[in-house]
């Protein structure tokens, strides 16, 4: 799962590239990156962190860990919802985009 969450991270970083940011908000002059590892994820930098945070936990067998990990993960839904308004917002496109590609899960969530 680290690892999983490790490339997953990496690949969306860069297919993301200067339009990365901490808040929910889109850049100004951005793009709708629908590309790379945005075919087939959404929201890959919060994915990543959940797939990190799960690993971690099951790797060290931590019930603690796996409860914050679970916590990250309702956080992270939440976050990624308040962007999706952005997005919808700013791209015309993205409404398609979002019911070809799933928010977590290849063609499950």
């Excluded at 490790?6 to 901490?22: F, I, M, N, P, S």
């Excluded at 990543?48 to 409860?67: M, R």
């Excluded at 956080?75 to 917002?89: G, N």
């Amino acid at each position: 799962m680290c690892l999983l969450g490790a490339w997953v991270g990496l690949r969306g970083k860069a297919d993301l590239g200067r339009q990365r940011v901490t808040r929910p908000e889109p850049v100004p002059d951005g793009e709708l990156v629908t590309g790379g590892i945005y075919a087939m994820l959404r929201h890959p930098l919060y994915a990543s962190l959940i797939l990190l945070g799960g690993g971690w936990a099951l790797c060290w067998k931590s019930w603690p860990a796996l409860g914050l990990a679970l916590a990250q993960a309702v956080f992270l839904d939440a976050k990624a919802r308040c962007e999706e308004r952005h997005l919808r917002r700013r791209y015309a496109g993205y409404d398609a985009y979002s019911r070809r590609v799933k928010r977590w899960i290849p063609g499950i969530y």
